[in-house]
């Protein structure tokens, strides 16, 4: 896996940053606007996947590796325990929010919600990120 | 195929089509309510309507479809995000494991 032409890799640099960011968006404002952590982690992992189609594998894995995706997921899945339990630790119910509400629109609105789907956002994209890599790299193995 | 054979399935999906187009429009409910439930006679609201009307006050968020996702039914979503987790240590077990048979 050499990679495309200097024009896709090109293209995929430059949007890079921006897919990155709308699915950053995307999870940020899931209280706010349709979307949430599930479709912003799945939009953060399709733009790694656009590199990895753009630049091969072996230039992606310089960047990035197994292991800090997977304990990008583990991180995600703990931080949203985290914020279930924080309601048991303030005298609350479990997932209960502890946070106040905040004005309606307001990104620091809606209670727990922002820090689950931030958690959310971290877990879903890891873990996408982590079957595509496994998958590649399972199939490179056997090809071998 | 042969030409009854495909004029009949053109016919099974027409007369589908025709009962989807004739149930949406005679006999559900309006386009944007919510049906209401009876119980014992007694007529009440559906609990998307309790959402509606309720959830703005009671978690602050704007979007109504998280306050179901995270707050009304949050330990459905609890689970899910495990499910999701699961799968993806499953994936990684599996495809480990063939890799070191090699």
């Known amino acids: 896996m050499a990679g495309m032409t200097v024009i896709v890799k090109t293209i995929s640099r ?3 940053p921006f897919v990155f960011l709308f699915g950053a968006y995307v999870i940020f404002h899931g209280h706010l606007t349709p979307g949430g952590g599930f479709p912003g982690g799945v939009i953060i992992a399709a733009a790694v996947a656009m590199l990895v189609l753009a630049y091969g594998l072996e230039r992606v894995l310089k960047s990035t590796s197994f292991l800090q995706a997977e304990i990008l997921d583990t991180l995600g899945s703990m931080a949203i325990a985290l914020v279930c339990i924080l309601g048991l630790i303030f005298g609350a119910y479990f997932l209960e929010t502890v946070f106040p509400l905040g004005v309606l629109g307001q990104i620091f ?5 922002l820090w689950l789907y931030i958690g959310v956002g971290i877990k879903v994209a890891a873990g996408i990120l982590l079957i595509l890599l ?3 790299l399972w199939d490179r193995g056997e090809s071998k | 195929m042969g030409k009854g054979r495909r004029a009949l399935s053109l016919a099974l999906v027409a007369i589908i089509a025709v009962t989807f187009i004739y149930s949406v429009n005679f006999t559900m409910p309006a386009f944007g309510t919510f049906p209401t439930r009876e119980i014992n006679g007694k007529v009440e609201n559906s609990v998307g309507q309790l959402y509606l009307e309720n959830a703005i006050w009671q978690t602050g968020a704007a979007n109504v479809v998280t306050t179901v996702v995270w707050g009304y039914r949050g330990y459905d979503t609890l689970g899910e995000s495990t499910v999701l987790f699961t799968a993806v240590i499953g994936v990684i077990t ?3 494991a063939v890799r070191r048979d090699e």
């Open chain 1, 134 to 136: 496994a998958m590649l």
């Open chain 1, 109 to 113: 609105s809606g209670g727990n919600f």
């Open chain 1, 14 to 16: 430059i949007m890079f």
């Open chain 2, 94 to 96: 599996v495809l480990r």
